[in-house]
């Protein structure tokens, strides 16, 4: 028995060597890449080998532009921490100082970029800003990917950086060691690594002494100093050329870039020279009442935050704001804009949920924005809080700005719509509901306001009518969303006609056939006579007209018959052109309906009513009227416009009216006789009659 469980001891010892060889790394080179473990276990096992950070960071470069788009993301970021001012510069000298400490030397050098922004960092940020691909804000609907891979573009331009927020100074050099690429100290020891005097020359545009000795710093300033030569990370040397590259294609959008952010008032682009800021670009959002402006956007979020981008009701935000641009050519533009910000209730017929697994990580949060200033810039942009790159895919072909939490490719560059391989995508489905459902009913909601201001009379009928979708330029999704717009729309007054205010669109005449009229005063005429009846005249822009004919709700036009039923009701004429009237009375050929009308020009310059039967009225030309002297009131007048003596000839071989052509054969025998006589006849007034 006793020799029996030696035996097991010895198998047990046995079978534990066996397992720790088992338990032996492979290798190859040193370096481990497999173990085997567990008793009867015949398995390898391989660790998945991953990038290091700068491997990393290199690849994320690839698939982020080296371009205006980098300061997009920190004006972003900037946006989502509540700050109400950016301020980027460039920082043209070449300096180092050499008394700092060797492991933070690197960070405060020159050339460098700068960029300040008047929030300061939370926990969260300190904590996200760390992250290399994942962003603290992910599971934040309300917040554009604060610190995710967008802002790791900033590697574009520097190998490392450094913050300064609040009370904390943080040094990231993503090629030290995991545990040391990023070092943090606290702002009133920041002496003790820089020089005071160095600080101040690379940081006196922005941090005072006073500020850096209390160890508190109202907002952020993130310094990049630029990449000399090639590294690791990035083969691209910035220089001076690429800065003014960056600048100047962040620029491009500059007009519109303030239009749908509800924190940032201003951005301004500039360099450094003898320690002061020139100017280069200014960007910034104002209002006639700033104090409202500021109280009505912050109210919107706070209401975000309280309901976390799910409200029982609808909330929406619109306010009217002035953008200005200018550059350091002295060029300054201006555009007025009424903005509108936009989320469903949860309830609404347009709220929609995102098809992925979390359908709390998206709101349909959008926005939409009209110029009420003329020239209008650029419109018709698709926006994700800030504008998209202006290439043909991110324009809509509509009146306004559209802004939306769309879900972008991983370039930020554009939105990911449909296609022949993506149709089911949850992104994808998300993308075009947001578009066809709560974009539609913001823009509706939008024009619904504008409306009402319309029909007081604060805003002009042509103004209005710039603000409605021209369905005829828009195609796809935008062009599905505009007819939803415009379908909507229809059950209100939303045409301006000429006497009757607003009316609805069955209820106007159109008079858009009349300004093709010639000559045109011949509309002109017509238009008073038939407002002078009151009747519901509208001209119509081409782009509504076109987009009623789309949705086969045309207007009826304005007719002759309009006219001639109107003639009958006036108990005069004489402050109008007849001959006007009579070319557009007899235009459509119904001159049977002429009768009654007082439109018949006759050689005396009187004017008498069509008639069928009774005595005739003859169409001479002129040398047969200058002989049928005394029977100017049997003669039509042949001195008026060649285009109402064409329709005077058409009447008389219509045979409707009392109008025949004059045959000397037929008719001069009978007229002359009558014309001799009336001529031998003493005039009324003669003596003794």
């Known amino acids: 028995m006793q020799s029996d469980r030696r035996t097991r001891q010895w198998r047990h010892l046995c079978e534990e060597r066996r397992v720790t060889e088992r338990k032996k790394t492979c290798s190859v080179d040193g370096a481990p890449l ?41 004006v972003q970021n900037a946006e989502d921490a509540g700050a109400t001012t950016v301020e980027v510069v460039h920082v043209p000298d070449h300096f180092s100082f050499p ?18 922004n008047d929030a300061v960092f939370s926990e969260e940020d300190w904590h996200g800003i760390r992250k290399l691909s994942e962003s603290i804000k992910k599971d934040n609907p309300l917040q554009v990917g604060q610190f995710g891979l967008g802002f790791k573009s900033v590697f574009h331009l520097t190998d490392y950086l450094m913050i300064i927020s609040g009370q904390l100074v943080l040094f990231m050099d993503p090629s030290e060691p995991e545990e040391r690429m990023c070092r943090c100290l606290p702002l009133q020891q920041l002496s003790e ?52 590259w960056l600048f100047d294609s962040f620029a491009v959008e500059a007009g519109v870039c303030l239009t749908f952010l509800k924190s940032l008032e201003k951005i301004t682009i500039g360099q450094l020279k003898s320690q002061k800021v020139i100017v280069s670009h200014c960007m910034e959002v104002t209002s006639s009442n700033m104090t409202r402006m500021r109280n009505m956007r912050q109210a919107f979020r706070q209401n975000l935050q309280q309901c976390k981008g799910s409200p029982s009701q609808a909330l929406s935000c619109s306010y009217d704001a002035t953008l200005h641009t200018s550059n350091h050519r002295d060029n300054r533009r201006q555009q007025d804009m009424r903005i509108l910000h936009f989320l469903p209730g949860k309830k609404d017929t347009e709220w929609i949920k995102w098809g992925g697994k979390d359908t709390s990580k998206h709101i349909p949060l959008v926005g939409v924005a009209v110029p009420t200033s003329t020239p209008a810039e650029a419109t018709g942009h698709i926006f994700s809080f800030l504008p998209l790159p202006p290439d043909s895919t991110n324009q809509t072909g509509l009146p306004v700005q559209v802004n939306g939490a769309f879900i972008l490719n991983q370039n930020r560059r554009q939105v990911k719509w449909r296609t022949s391989e993506s149709s089911k995508e949850a992104d994808v489905m998300w993308n075009e509901e947001l578009v066809v459902k709560v974009v539609a009913k913001a823009y509706t909601v939008l024009l619904e306001q504008l409306l009402k201001e ?167 030309s002129r040398k047969e009227a200058e002989a049928l002297q005394g029977l100017e009131g049997q003669v039509v007048n042949n001195n008026v416009a060649p285009s109402v003596l064409k329709i005077l000839q058409a009447v008389a071989d219509s045979g409707a009216t009392q109008v025949c052509h004059f045959q000397a054969k037929q008719h001069g025998p009978k007229l002359l006789q009558k014309s001799v006589a009336s001529m031998q006849k003493p005039p009324a007034d003669f003596p003794g009659c």
């Open 454 to 620: 319309a029909t007081t009379g604060s805003i002009d009928a042509t103004t209005w009518y710039t603000f409605l979708p021209d369905l005829s330029a828009v195609a796809g999704r935008w062009l599905k969303m505009g007819k939803k717009v415009w379908l909507d729309l229809l059950t209100q007054d939303i045409i301006s006609s000429e006497v009757n205010g607003f009316l609805a669109v069955e209820d106007v005449l159109s008079s858009n056939d009349l300004d093709a009229l010639n000559p045109p005063e011949v509309a002109n005429t017509v238009k008073k006579v038939l407002c002078s009846q009151s009747l519901p005249l509208a001209t119509l822009p081409h782009h509504v007209l076109q987009s009623l004919c789309l949705l086969d709700q045309e207007p009826s036009p304005v007719t002759p018959r309009h006219l001639r039923s109107t003639l009958k009701k006036c108990s005069t004429l004489k402050k109008w052109n007849r001959e006007h009237l009579l070319f557009y009375s007899a235009k459509d050929g119904d001159y049977g309906n002429l009768l009654g009308l007082p439109l018949l020009p006759l050689q005396d310059k009187t004017w008498e009513r069509f008639r069928f039967g009774g005595e005739a009225v003859y169409l001479c």
């Open 99 to 116: 008394e700092a400490w060797k492991v933070v030397h690197k960070f405060l050098q020159g050339p460098a970029v700068s960029l300040y």
């Open 34 to 74: 497999a173990t085997m473990s567990c008793p009867g276990d015949p398995f390898t096992y391989y660790k998945i080998e991953v990038p290091t950070v700068v491997g990393q960071l290199r690849n994320i470069l690839t698939q982020y532009p080296d371009n205006g788009q980098i300061i997009k993301e920190l």
């Open 193 to 244: 690594v820089f020089p005071t005097a160095s600080v101040q020359h690379a940081f006196g545009h922005h941090l005072t002494p006073q500020q850096q000795a209390a160890g508190s710093f109202p907002g952020t300033l993130f310094w990049f100093p630029l990449r000399q030569t090639p590294s690791k990370i990035s083969d691209t040397v910035y220089t001076a050329e690429h800065v003014k």
